[in-house]
């Protein structure tokens, strides 16, 4: 044996000995796995390689680790575990960038049975406090696997630790899982936490579902269900009969969702059914929540909605159904902020009980059964009916105000039971103009696949000009009929300009959603010319990259082109990261019929996402904007410089950033985008005469922006449910404007103000329709110049006065419903002005 090759020889026995992993071993291939899966599954570790045994018998938590491990060691990816049980007497972590996929079957309602990857988990039994089972790092996932608690019992739920857990600060994906019997499920914070992300969640939590704290940037729950049938219908060994006895323990002991400090949370299609508490908010140790919901869908609890504490800017609900055998909807003593329903069901002993001194809002509700008491506080219900004839408004003796307008009941008499004050009730049946809610597109999980098999892997070179080798390597898999060009893990640069061809997909390693700090891999964009780095053709996609622009500065800001231009129909970008490009996404200047778009994260400084071109049907999903993609880096990589930003990239961006503009768009659906810093949050306009036409945005959020939301053009209709807008740390904020230009509706359902603004809402054209909506702070008020406002049940918190000013004789303002600290201002010139109910609290 050489000296070289003893020495190799040593180095590679002391590596297996110290139980460490050789970088380069990864192998990166194409899986078909048995059920169907959105995307092509390409992994770079199979964990039966490292000796995992899926017979439901041996210990895999160290070929498990290893695997992981490995992966992380060669920059991240995805971890393999085929079809089997695996069983685990240790806890695993997954490292940074790293997902661990099995094979997974989706339930349905007509069949729950577990099959596919199952883990086992055996470690912990009898200590609820113990270490969680997989806890997960930044940019880290757990995807496509069930697990199963052999040794639970349901006659006597034994304790166990947390099942999942978030570890790292930015980046926690758990998606398509069922979690079949843990005791706790998946646990985020209280140590400081951003961007959890889950969806398509199913199981059987016997204790608690999902608890979540101290979450500062925006966390998303969607397609979540518990029941007890997860567990009974798994199919699995021992599993439980839908007995009275199991069915008891969970409604004496067990809560779906706990959540304490998230801000601005977003929760769509959660179902909970037959647990005590289905969804219950309180305070944290870092502060209490806002958040918005659509879709909760809750019943056979003994209380359906326990809230009983927010933080100032409070909660709304869009099409939820409440069911609870004593609480619908239970809002605890020190509840003193707001909540607003718009278009829900309730139905339980209680449909509503307020302890506290907060307002409750409600617009288009039906109470199915029970009451709506206030013990104090206040109420406004409008175009609401009340079903059950034993329904009624109980209205305590330390109540502020009731508004009751356009409301039915059953049986035509009057509901209210009032130990306050006659004058605290307000009433009239006369009808109020409210707008229906329009009906969403169904087209979640989408499948977005390349139009072949063909599949080839490029790794990092050694930092020169990387265009052409992947630019050979796209037009090669096109040529062969389709298929995926991946990028493993690292640095490559790119100095010209890649097409992605139709049928192609040029993809990195991140399954999930992705931070900066993830790494993973990354293209360092060096523009030499003016035309987008990246181009799109039609059915072509990118999924799992990052990028980056070494060369941009807040001191010599480069005005580039755009990063990823879309040039036809049916493109996807999905889990793709860009730390500081100046112009991100162009769907405007070619039509982009059917686009699809979800979590695209970064920190764009003029443009965030443009579409136009007369494009259809198209969809942006959650879209993460804001400044800590530029300056939280990778760890130790030379190429970025996060001290060329600091909070000179905020101020920028509040002043330059159109962080998403709508133009000549037809059917465009936007659902919960998020942008922090900005001039315009999102921007309607026009494009070569023509604005947008029907465009629905559901939980649509602009955070420290000038401007929430700009109605500059647009053609019929723009509804949008369920926004934040704050506008702050900036002159002439406005949450909410209508330019002169503007000749629609705007319709704004469920509305969150806050920040600094200086006015709630600007009409300068068009018609405004606010129903339900909440500022903490309103600055001047609402200004109305040749256009139209019409508010239905606007709260207003500041301890002064809500000014409503007109500013010609052609402007019309109606408020119906209002709740103020100090008594409203009428026109400060000519124009038309009513208000309807006001409630002033103290």
Known sequence: MTSFS????????????????????????????????????????????????????????????????????????????????????????????????????????????????????????????????????????????SIWYPEQSADDP???????????MDNATFENLTLVNPYLGIRIGPQGNELHYIHRFYGTPLKTGIRYDSTTDIGRLEQIAFSPFYWSQSGLPDSPSASERFATWLKSNATGIHMLRSDWEYVD??????????????????????????????????????????????????????????HGVLLGSEFDSVVMFSNCILASKDAIESQGSGVVLMGQCRIDAGDIGLNRGSLSLVGSTLKHPGSRILVGKDVTGVVIADCTFADGRN???????????????????????????????????????????????????????IQQALNAIAAGGGGTVFLSGGDYRIEGNLNVPTGVELRGIHDVPHHTMGGGSILHVYPKNDRPTVTLEPRSGLRGLSFHHPEQ???????????????????????????????????????????????????????????????????????????????????????????????????????????????????????????????????????????????????????????????????????????????????NKTAIKLGEDFEAVAILVNTMVWGTPDLVAEVAGGVLALQNLTATRHGEGLLVGEGKLHGTNLNFLERKAVNLQTRKVQAEATLTGIVVRRALKGPSSSGKIKFDFVIERP
Request: net charge neutral; proline share 7%.
């Open 553 to 731: 500065s807040m001191d010599d800001v480069r005005e580039d082109p755009f990063l990823i231009q879309g040039r036809g129909a049916d493109i996807h970008i999905i889990n793709v990261n860009a730390s500081n490009p100046y112009q991100y996404l162009d769907f405007m200047t070619h039509r982009c019929d059917n686009h699809y778009v979800n979590y695209l994260s970064g920190a764009p400084l003029k443009t965030g996402i443009a579409i136009g071109g007369g494009c259809l049907s198209g969809e942006v999903r959650n879209t993460q904007f804001n400044p800590h993609y530029a300056r939280r880096p990778p760890p130790r990589n030379p190429l970025f410089n996060p001290g060329k930003f600091g909070d000179r990239l905020w101020a920028f961006q509040k002043e330059n950033l159109d962080a998403i503009i709508v133009a000549d768009c037809t059917d465009q659906f936007l659902h919960q985008n998020f942008v922090f810093g900005s001039l315009y949050g999102i921007r309607f306009t026009k494009q070569k005469g023509a604005g947008p036409t029907n465009c629905i945005s559901h939980g649509h959020g602009t955070d420290g922006s000038k401007v929430g939301v700009f109605f500059e053009h647009g053609s019929e209709r723009i509804t949008m449910i369920n926004s934040e807008l704050v506008a702050m740390s900036s002159e």
């Open 269 to 326: 299609g959660v179902r909970i059914t037959g647990y005590q508490t289905g969804f219950r908010v309180t305070e944290g140790e870092r502060g209490a929540a806002n958040a918005q919901f659509r879709r909760l869908i809750i019943r056979d609890c003994v209380t359906a909605l326990s809230v009983e504490k927010t933080n100032p800017y409070g909660m709304v609900f869009t099409e939820c159904y409440f069911g609870g055998s004593e």
């Open 415 to 469: 509901p209210v039971v009032n130990q306050a004050d006659e004058s605290v009730v307000q009433m009239s049946g006369r009808p109020i103009p409210l707008v229906e809610i329009p009906e969403y597109p169904k087209r979640t999980d989408r499948e977005f696949k390349p139009a072949g098999p063909g599949f080839q892997v490029i790794s990092p070179g050694k930092r020169g000009d990387e265009t052409p080798r």
């Open 6 to 145: 003893h020495t190799l020889f040593l180095t590679l026995a002391a590596l297996m000995a110290m139980n460490l992993t050789v970088p380069g071993a990864t192998k990166w291939k194409v899986v078909t796995p048995t059920y169907p899966t959105t995307d092509v599954v390409v992994v770079g570790c199979n964990v039966l390689d490292f000796g995992a045994k899926p017979d439901g018998r041996t210990d895999c938590t160290g070929p498990f680790q290893k695997a992981l491990d490995q992966m992380a060691a060669d920059g991240g990816g995805t971890v393999f575990a085929p079809k089997g049980r695996y069983v685990f007497r240790g806890n695993l972590v997954v490292p940074r960038s790293v997902t661990l996929r099995g094979e997974w079957k989706a339930p349905t309602a007509d069949d729950r049975s577990v099959e596919g990857t199952i883990l086992m988990p055996y470690a912990g039994k009898g200590n609820s406090e113990g270490t969680s089972f997989i806890r997960v790092g930044v940019s880290g996932g757990v995807k496509d696997l």
């Open 158 to 168: 034994t304790p166990y630790p947390f099942c999942l857990e978030q570890i790292g």
